[in-house]
């Protein structure tokens, strides 16, 4: 037989032939002129032992296999047999067997009742049963061991449970190896039959047996009730061929030997530590060789692209001076100019010529729609007549400052800007397309029945194209000012600036109470006109932008670095556009297979490897779909095999999309596509095609669902595939599955929940009081309603009023959050009330504001706006109706719903205007929360007013910062509330006092001046 550890073998030594031979031979006097029966005997030998001493021994074991062993080996006498048989069905007869043995056996099986009931049934009334069982505890659980074939072990409670259910007496043995010392005489001798036990107890030397701790088997001698138990002794078992002395001889040379050759082996493992080390710093360096010259090759590849694109763009402009020079038509005299001027200068470009090629490159590499100057439409500027619907109370106005004309091809802008209006925005689409017209102004496009959607053409003088330079000062006058109309029409009462290219970055900026978010969406530097100047602007936008929002992983790790406020909001797809299957879908009118792409055939798209394709699957037909930039026609047009159908229009797209039989996303890796999440990927799945792509980093968003292909070799490899897979319904339905959770309306969510959870700066509101309380009472009222700003706190200080206002702010404080109330017990005076506001504030931007005042819609934010965007800038405030300096505004109104109309037209016209001023009145002023921490409190000299606000902006001047006043910025005064109740002779005092006081300060005041005019 051969040992699998489920029945031993005398063949093995060791701890388990210890444990096995000790057993059966402790046994054999028991087995004297017995009738025994070894159940689960296993390979026979302990039956053969126990037959030594037994009147008759019957193995049985449930193995054909041991038993026919046993058999052949063993059974060679009358008094030993084998049979093959059950410990839970024995096959002897009842009472024919005086001691049953049973050693290594019940945890081999759980039917442990049935086998000691046919223990009993075989056993004599006065017969006995040895059976052992190992310690679960011990064996399996505390070594952490668990044995293959044992089925289920006991502890020694459930053991002695199990025996005491069919026998009356029981003496429990343990066995485990033990280490200790021998001695024995060496002659042998009667005084050699005794053995005198000691028993170390690692205190002191005892004479006696040891208490056995933690046996590793349990051994029961058990009979019936009202039996007798034989009589037994503890045993132990010596080998002559194992000697531990010996053995431990040889484990220390061994041991030895090994320390040598471990010593050795250390010396070697350095040697070689060191040269690994030395392998892994050259192979680091290589790989970062490796990655520098793999990242120098997408550049290159990328200036190529960039390179090609502009000699194609001046091959064009070549071929059309070659027709000009060729023709003698008057109405050519003008491009004939343009040619002799190019002549005269040695081939070099003025200005204005240099302007119109730089347009030509544009349209060669990147979507944009110049109008035609002399196509300019006449709109009225300042009265549309389209229908406006109101703004709304929850919803920020969304102004997207375009990349790409509205009616260009519609990509990403155009819909979120559609889903956005239906989501309840108003949605003012801002082309990129100017009308070339000197004076401001602005023509409007309703884009839908709703009022909520329009296309918005701003007058620019030139209607420059926004891709290779920024505006010059007068162009951003000129649309500050066209801004400025719109915003009168508009009357947004806070808005959302959507910047998709940073020529707007001025502009945008205009709006009230908005929050700006560059919609990052291409690397610029990947195109083929960019300048310096338009890079440098995009990292001042990406840096001052209130959100980041990216499309790609690659920008959000690039762009990511100048602002920590970044979201992702990838591409997407119009879902329902694309996924159900036209009426009329593209068939090849041979019958081919159709390979297909649509979309921009420009710098970025690989003629390479649509070459190499079509040359390689010349059965099928691969079409392309889209404007031709990049000389794919002079490239590919002599292939039979390969149709270019242009541009159409992208309600026709899912006639090709269905015709597909695989799509194709044919890219070079360079930067521009490195950043790229492309659309049509989404288009595609909606449609459930399948899809075979560059390997992109964008890419692997969508897993298995897209085949990729990181070089031209596997890109035709999974093409193969592609075109050679069956239809697979369950795939298409995963693609679409997929497709349809990324959806325009998905990613416009994402990006309005973004804006919803910037964090908004705290502001601290200080308002001061004396007497005029429903004044105050129309203070507070306007900042709950028009404020729309939600970190804020406002902090009233009373000065001792008499006519109910204490009573009236206690209640006011109560009501809301962010209220806080100071009542001081007597007039502490302006100066020193303000004080205690600013100490209690704790925002980043503090507002001193009287109670006299009445603010406008989003004057906090747009205040704030201008704090930000104006680092020099230490104080702000508002224009007013009443005021002694410049700060005061033509304007005239009968009540506040009037004030409210006249102010948002005059706020609207001026936008993004500051007026510097010397002096900011404190009826209403802004500063940063450094500029107070340096600048300090307000001077309390000055006592109950006057002058106070004039002190204080000669110290902010004296800081380093300078003082304005925000002209898109309206808060109504009544003027001198407080002081109109002194006696004009009192006042005069008061002043002159306080004037006393400045002067000795600061030199000579120059009285407040009004504006001009």
């Not at 300042?382 to 109370?393: T, V």
């Not at 269905?658 to 996303?665: A, K, S």
């Not at 206002?805 to 209640?811: A, F, I, S």
């Not at 409210?900 to 900011?920: E, I, N, S, W």
Request: contains cysteine; proline residues 5%; charged residues 25%.
């Amino acid at each position: 037989m051969e040992f699998t550890g489920e029945r031993y073998l005398p063949s093995e030594s060791g701890q388990i032939r210890h444990e096995h031979m000790h057993r059966y031979a402790w046994c054999r006097p028991l087995a004297s002129g017995r009738v025994v029966l070894d159940i689960a005997c296993g390979e026979g030998y302990g039956s053969a032992m126990l037959a030594a001493h037994a009147a008759r021994v019957v193995g049985v074991d449930i193995s054909p296999e041991a038993v026919e062993h046993a058999r052949r080996t063993y059974a060679h006498g009358d008094n030993l047999e084998y049979l093959q048989g059950d410990a839970a069905a024995i096959p002897l007869p009842d009472a024919s067997v005086d001691m049953v043995v049973s050693f290594e056996t019940i945890e081999h099986h759980d039917r442990h009742e049935e086998m000691m009931c046919e223990i009993r049934r075989v056993l004599r009334p006065d017969g006995i049963l040895v059976m052992s069982s190992p310690n679960r505890v011990v064996y399996s659980e505390k070594a952490g061991y668990h044995n293959e074939f044992h089925v289920k072990e006991l502890d020694f409670h459930e053991f002695d449970v199990l025996l005491r259910r069919h026998f009356g007496s029981i003496r429990y043995y343990g066995q485990r190896l033990a280490v200790g010392s021998a001695l024995f005489a060496l002659t042998p001798g009667p005084e050699s039959a005794a053995v005198v036990a000691f028993t170390d107890t690692g205190a002191t030397i005892e004479e006696r047996t040891t208490r056995l701790i933690d046996p590793v088997y349990f051994i029961a001698v058990a009979t019936a009730e009202h039996s007798d138990l034989p009589s037994t002794t503890s045993s132990v078992l010596f080998s002559e061929d194992e000697d531990l002395y010996n053995h431990h001889i040889e484990v220390a040379a061994w041991a030895q030997r090994l320390s040598s050759e471990h010593a050795v082996a250390l010396d070697r493992v350095e040697d070689l530590t060191a040269d690994m080390q030395a392998l892994e710093q050259a192979i680091e360096v290589k790989q970062g060789a490796l990655a520098s010259l793999e990242s120098d090759l997408v550049d290159l590849r990328g200036e190529l692209a960039k390179r090609n694109a502009r000699i194609r763009t001046l091959e064009q402009v070549r071929q059309e001076l070659e027709q000009i020079k060729a023709s003698r038509s008057w109405r050519w005299m003008r491009p004939m100019r343009f040619a002799m001027r190019l002549l005269r200068n040695g081939g070099r470009l003025g200005d204005a010529d240099r302007e119109q090629v730089r347009r030509r490159l544009r349209h060669a590499s990147a979507p944009a729609c110049v109008p035609d100057e002399t196509a300019a439409p006449s709109v009225p500027a300042m009265k549309p007549d389209a229908r406006l619907a109101p703004p709304s109370s929850d919803r920020r106005d969304v102004f997207v400052w375009a990349v790409i004309d509205w009616h260009f091809r519609i990509q990403r802008p155009q819909h979120l800007a559609r889903e956005l209006a239906r989501a309840g925005h108003r949605v003012f689409y801002i082309s990129n397309d100017f009308i070339d017209r000197e004076e401001p102004g602005f023509a409007v496009e309703p884009l839908h029945d709703n009022g909520r959607l329009f296309r918005i053409q701003l007058h620019l003088k030139g209607s420059p194209a926004i891709y290779h330079a920024v505006p010059t000062p007068d162009a951003q006058q000129q649309l500050r000012a066209g801004v400025g109309q719109l915003l009168a029409w508009v009357r947004s009462r806070s808005c959302l600036s959507l910047v998709q290219h940073p020529y707007w970055l001025e502009t945008a900026r205009l709006l009230p109470n908005h929050r700006l978010a560059y919609d990052c969406m291409d690397h610029h530097g990947g195109f083929a006109d960019n300048s310096p100047g338009v890079l440098a602007r995009e990292n001042d936008l990406m840096r001052t932008a209130d959100l980041l929002v990216v499309t790609s992983d690659w920008l959000r790790e690039e762009a990511g670095k100048h602002n920590p406020s970044c979201l992702m909001v990838r591409n997407a797809c119009q879902y329902e556009h694309f996924a159900v299957r036209p009426e009329r879908v593209f068939r090849d009118k041979s019958g081919r297979k159709v390979i297909g792409y649509y979309g921009a055939i420009a710098e970025w798209f690989d003629l390479d490897l649509v070459e190499k394709m079509a040359r390689r699957f010349a059965d099928h037909l691969v079409l392309l779909v889209g404007g031709d930039t990049a000389g794919a026609r002079q490239r590919l047009g002599g292939l039979p095999n390969v149709e270019l159908v242009g541009e159409v229009p992208y309600t026709e797209l899912p006639y090709y999309l269905h015709g597909f039989d695989v799509c194709l996303l044919p890219f070079q890796v360079i930067p521009l596509t490195l950043a790229t999440n492309p659309v049509k990927v989404y288009e595609y799945l909606s449609a459930g095609k399948d899809v075979v792509s560059v390997a992109l980093p964008e890419i692997r968003q969508f897993g298995e669902l897209v085949r990729t292909g990181s070089d031209h070799a596997s890109f035709l490899s999974e093409l193969e595939a592609a075109l050679a897979a069956p239809p697979d319904a369950s795939a298409v339905e995963r693609r679409q599955r997929f497709a349809a959770n990324q959806t325009w309306r998905h990613r416009a969510q994402d990006l309005m929940q973004g804006v919803s959870l910037l964090p908004e700066p705290r502001v601290s509101v200080i308002v001061v009081t004396y007497n005029n309380l429903e004044l105050t009472k129309a203070c507070l009222r306007s900042v709950e309603l028009y404020s729309d700003y939600g970190n804020l706190e406002i902090i009233v200080v009373d000065n001792a009023s008499a006519d109910g206002t204490p009573d009236y702010l206690r209640e006011w404080a109560a009501a809301g959050e962010g209220r806080h109330l100071i009542l001081n017990s007597d007039n502490r005076g302006f100066a020193a009330a303000n004080n205690q506001g600013l100490a209690a504030a704790n925002g980043d931007y503090l507002v001193l504001l009287n109670n006299d005042t009445h603010v406008t819609p989003g004057w906090i934010a747009t205040l704030i706006a201008h704090l930000r965007y104006s680092k020099s800038l230490g104080m702000i405030g508002p224009v007013t109706n009443n005021i002694g300096n410049e700060a005061r505004i033509d304007i005239s109104y009968d009540d506040m719903d009037g004030m409210l109309h006249a102010a948002a037209g005059y706020t609207a016209r001026h936008a993004g205007q500051l007026t510097p001023l010397r002096t900011a009145a404190f009826f209403c002023v802004m500063m940063p929360r450094e500029v107070y921490a340096k600048v300090g409190p307000l001077d309390e000299a000055f006592g109950i007013g006057f002058f106070e606000d004039d002190d204080y902006c000669r110290r902010v001047e004296q800081a380093g910062w300078s003082i304005a006043c925000a002209e898109d910025v309206f808060v109504h005064h009544h003027l001198s509330a407080s002081f109109n109740k002194l006696k004009q002779e009192k006042r005069q005092a008061l002043f002159e006092q306080n004037k006393a006081i400045y002067e000795a300060k600061w030199g000579a005041w120059s009285p407040h001046k009004y504006r001009a005019g």
